[in-house]
């Protein structure tokens, strides 16, 4: 079977001195969601850089979808980062039609594919609006639609919901689990809520504390879609614990 | 009571001024030498309206070519330290320590260098300018937030794209409070130049009427020069505000520092 | 360490060129003597009587000026800050206020008072008071809401907010403000005796350009900005010391 996302034998130092990542090895199968969990500092985020190309690790292979990523390739990996980072400048429409602008796409095709990105995540009629009239679950929204709207196979998430409020971070969770249903991207998610990662997930991976490695992997059968009742079951709980503990563990 | 609105409230009260600027001096309160009606003002003004509108073209020369020196030296200038941390560090407190010195005391080297023509004052006034705008502008380019260039190399821009899609508008704001603080800072410093050594332009009417006495050519030219900063004033609100509606949470503009 | 080292060396690398471009020739002496030469000058002109009267006349407007600019200044500010109406009457009149020349003004403050003493300190008041004001203003208004309401929900009065919440919370920002206040204040005694005075150290420097003494009018540059940055470090100093807890 071949993966979508393959890592081997990951290890990186800070300035060639400090190790921040060791030894990191996993696959993640196309179409599937995986999610990474560790405590504050272990090299989440490092180790997200390096699948996107936008870092290079000092030791290791990374490929994805069958070759290495020395440098970004947002038409195979879109990377949505805990700032929306929009651009304030353009309206919400604009900023997602920003990466395909770059590429030189005609004005009529990503006018077209702008909206529909801007449909399937629920913002139609919210396109002329600048970021500040915004919400900060509709900036998100709309930081999800630009990472969506080259159709990366692969799709790379850094904490996006960390801003949010509890409620609107369920909401998007939810939202996130239809949007990733109707489209079969791969999915690497990093968050701290292991709420989150239990509704989200059908891997979790669990990190230690720096230097980072994989100390646990996690498979979570719940079925989908998953909905909010699950939540509270007995399954929902004990799979929550388990990585609550891995993680107490790894913190030392 | 309810009390008028804030607008109307200034509306009324720049009435209010203008109109005790005619009366007073009418009624003898104040004699004519030390306040000219308003009346006698706006009379001198227009019959000696050549000489002013040739000062006035003077002056705007001097503010223009100052205006060159510091906006463009001083976002430039600006834009590296504070956007290239070793230069920041290296400089910034030198830049600030040195903003405690009156730039003024430099003005005589000027006019023993360049002469009592144009050069003195647009080299004084556009050092004046120039450390507040690159101040400013040091410290506006440190706001841009660092993750829109990475968002934009997640996105696949190559290194022009960056700057021109990503650097330069983001800066824009920062430029722009640039270009209004330089503007401002510029008049400000061709004006007190005019004042004290020139041989031209407004400042100079000031200092020549004041020396014969005359009070009411003298407040004509100083109602121009109020006249003309007010009126530079409003509009780089005007064009700020058109280009830079988009700015996060509408900060509110800081008034341009003058010493003078 | 390094970067005071490197910032010296700058500054070393200036005060050569000012020694030698112009003892070699390479600058003209006449219109930038060497450094030396200032240097010389300045501490010659600082035994002269007249030079020291000049200094302690400047000083003195100096210090009357800002005496009552603070005051005035201050309680304007806070007024301004306090009570939204006249906060939002005046604001807009005080960012207008300030992208003009106040100089102009000068004119009318010598007719008023003459060109004698009054007028240079009248002029510096004038307009070192409103940036006082800014400041007073803004000061007051950064004391956080929060702390406010604490110190309310604890049943302070008045006296108490005042003295242990604004005060404190406000120190550092008071003392940046006389720091800043002053660098206005400073320029505006100088514009004004340049302008039209017989008196103080602004003349002199203006009279000695004139008539091309350009060693002393250097020297009496390099003692002004000389002075005007020690004061300005000095107060700096005492603003970090009383500044530790802020962010």
Request: a positive charge.
């Amino acid at each position: 079977m071949t993966f979508a996302i393959d890592v081997e034998g990951l290890s990186h130092n800070y300035g060639g001195t400090v190790p921040a990542l060791e030894d990191i090895s996993f696959s993640v199968a196309a179409g599937r969601f995986t999610v990474i969990v560790g405590p504050s500092g272990c090299g989440k985020t490092s180790l997200l850089m390096m699948l996107a190309g936008l870092r290079a690790q000092s030791q290791g292979r990374i490929h994805c979808l069958g070759k290495p990523i020395p440098e970004p390739d947002p038409q195979r990996v879109g990377v949505i980062f805990q700032e929306a980072s929009l651009y304030p400048w353009l309206t919400a429409l604009e900023n997602i039609e920003f990466p395909l602008s770059l590429r030189g796409t005609p004005k009529e095709d990503m006018r077209r594919r702008a909206e529909a990105m801007l449909h399937l995540v629920g913002l139609t009629g919210f396109g002329a609006r600048y970021p500040h009239e915004l919400s900060g679950g509709m900036k998100q929204r709309v930081a999800i639609a630009r990472g969506l709207v080259q159709d990366p196979p692969v799709l790379l998430m850094d904490e996006p919901f960390a801003a949010l409020d509890e409620q609107t971070r369920m909401t998007m969770g939810h939202e996130l689990l239809r949007i990733w249903s109707t489209t079969s991207k791969t999915v690497v998610f990093i968050t701290h809520s292991l709420t989150e990662a239990v509704y989200l997930a059908d891997e979790v991976l669990v990190m230690s504390a720096r230097p980072g490695c994989i100390i646990d992997r996690i498979p979570i059968d719940l079925p989908r879609p998953r909905n909010y009742e699950m939540m509270a079951t007995d399954v929902f709980g004990r799979l929550r614990d388990r990585i609550w503990r891995q993680i107490r563990k790894a913190d030392g | 009571m309810t009390l008028p609105s804030p607008v109307a409230m200034r509306r009324g009260i720049l009435v209010a001024l203008l109109v005790l600027w005619e009366a007073v001096p009418q009624t003898g309160l104040l004699p004519e030498l030390f306040l000219p009606s308003l009346s006698s003002t706006l009379k001198v003004l227009w019959q000696d309206g050549r000489i002013y509108g040739h000062a006035l073209v003077v002056t705007l020369y001097e503010v223009a070519l100052a205006m060159a020196i510091a906006c463009g030296g001083g976002i430039l200038a600006g834009a590296a330290v504070g956007g290239l941390a070793r230069l920041r560090k290296l400089l910034l407190p030198v830049v600030s320590s040195l903003y405690a010195v009156p730039i003024v005391i430099l003005y005589p080297v000027f006019t023993a260098w360049f002469g009592v023509g144009s050069e003195s004052k647009i080299a004084f006034a556009g050092i004046y300018a120039f450390f507040p705008v690159m101040l400013s502008t040091a410290a506006g380019i440190q706001t841009i937030d660092p993750q829109f260039l990475l968002a934009a190399r997640s996105m696949g821009a190559t290194l022009p794209q960056q700057i021109a899609r990503v650097i330069i508008p983001a800066s824009l704001p920062t430029v722009f409070a640039g270009l209004r603080l330089g503007g401002a800072l510029a008049i400000i410093g061709v004006v007190v130049s005019e004042m004290l050594t020139a041989a031209a332009g407004i400042g100079y009417l000031v200092t020549l009427n004041r020396t014969i006495l005359d009070s009411a050519r003298v407040f004509a030219a100083i109602l121009l020069i109020l006249l003309l900063s007010i009126a530079y004033y409003l509009l780089s609100r005007a064009i700020e505000r058109r280009f830079v509606v988009w700015q996060s949470a509408g900060k509110p503009l800081q008034p341009a520092q003058s010493t003078v | 360490m390094k970067v005071l080292l490197v910032r010296l060396g700058l500054l070393a690398l200036v005060l050569a060129a000012w020694e030698l471009l112009p003892r070699h020739g390479i600058v003209n002496p006449l219109l930038l003597p060497p450094l030396g030469d200032v240097l010389a000058t300045l501490g010659e002109l600082l035994q002269r009587g007249q030079v020291r009267e000049a200094l302690g006349v400047s000083a003195m407007e100096v210090l009357l000026a800002f005496v009552i600019a603070v005051p005035l200044g201050a309680a304007l500010g806070v007024l301004i800050a306090e009570n939204d109406y006249l906060g939002e009457v005046f604001k807009p009149m005080l960012f207008i206020v300030f992208a003009i020349p106040k100089s102009i003004f000068l004119p009318l403050f010598i007719l008023a008072f003459g060109t004698g003493i009054q007028q240079k300190i009248a002029y510096a008041a004038f307009t070192t008071t409103f940036v006082v004001l800014m400041s007073a203003a803004a000061a007051v208004e950064s004391v956080k809401q929060d702390y406010l309401l604490v110190a309310r929900s604890y049943g302070a009065t008045r006296l108490q907010i005042l003295s242990r919440v604004y005060v404190p919370s406000m120190l550092p920002i008071l003392l940046e403000t006389l720091r800043i206040s002053m660098i206005f204040n400073f320029t505006g005694v100088l514009i004004a005796e340049m302008y039209a005075s017989r008196t103080g150290i602004g003349h002199l420097i203006a009279s000695w350009g004139e008539n091309f003494q350009m060693k002393q009018l250097f020297a009496g540059v390099i003692l002004l900005a000389v002075a005007a940055i020690l004061f300005n470090e000095a107060l700096r100093w005492m603003e970090a010391r009383v500044s530790a807890w802020r962010t």
